[in-house]
């Protein structure tokens, strides 16, 4: 008898109890990932004492942005320690849409601060590794801002081919993430940030970027790579 059935190749080859820890294990890992990005994002906040200057914004408003809501608006679609599991998918893509809205808000105030600060010092503009990788990683959250509108009004905007732009939205948003947590690591390079951490504590924080993105690329790639077929 010949049957096709399609499967996703992540934990092939396990056994039940094996299986049962790898699912325990992820589960574990999309929690910490959860704590990890909130805990950044209220720690940098501490940092920077928001309201002494005009640059205090830009590390609250960036970190907000890519450290807490687009980490969320990513890991929400996890089946895993997600605290939207029990949302239905259409659910999960508005909860989805409304971090990422809250992604280009705050990432244009912070942006806005960075600007404002440059200008009031007299200081030059795109100088530094981190202001460049900034720009790039702005310029493909607005990309992506893009291609999600796309796919939220296919028929209006006439898509040729929503499951091929779904797939691409999913990759690129990869690329996406990545880059910023390029670019929140080279922030731990800043005068700025190494006159406020110093020691141990600023190889914790030059770590600790590295996990959630660990996670977020291994949910994407799992729920996108090319399925299998089996012949019985």
């Known amino acids: 008898m010949r049957a096709d059935v399609e499967y996703s190749p992540v934990g092939e080859g396990l056994g039940m109890s094996d299986f049962w820890l790898y699912v325990w294990m992820r ?7 959860h704590v990890t990005g909130l805990g950044l994002t209220l720690i940098i906040s501490l940092l920077s ?5 005009l640059f205090s914004w830009h590390p609250v408003c960036m970190s907000v942005a890519y450290c807490l809501c687009m980490t969320e608006g990513i890991l929400l679609f996890s089946a895993e320690g997600s605290p939207f599991c029990f949302k239905s998918r259409q659910g999960k ?17 912070g942006l806005g ?28 959250t607005l990309l992506q801002a ?47 940030f190494q006159a406020t951490v110093k020691g141990a504590a600023w190889w914790a924080f030059l770590l600790l970027p590295l996990f959630p993105a660990l996670v977020v690329m291994n949910q994407i790639t799992n729920a996108y790579l090319p399925r299998k077929k089996i012949t019985s």
């Open 93 to 109: 893509v508005r909860l989805h849409w409304f971090c990422q809205a809250l992604v280009l808000v705050a990432a244009a105030t």
């Open 49 to 53: 004492r928001p309201g002494t200057s």
């Open 27 to 33: 589960r574990v890992a999309v929690i910490a990932a």
């Open 146 to 192: 893009a291609c999600g509108v796309c796919l939220l009004f296919p028929k209006l905007l006439r898509v040729s081919s929503p499951p091929r732009l779904k797939l691409y939205h999913a990759t690129c948003g990869l690329v996406t993430y990545l880059l910023a947590t390029v670019t929140v690591v080279s922030a731990m390079f800043s005068d700025w």
């Open 113 to 140: 601060f960075m600007v404002a600060s440059k200008n009031a010092m007299e200081r030059p503009h795109l100088v530094s590794w981190h202001s460049l990788l900034g720009v790039g990683t702005a310029a493909a």
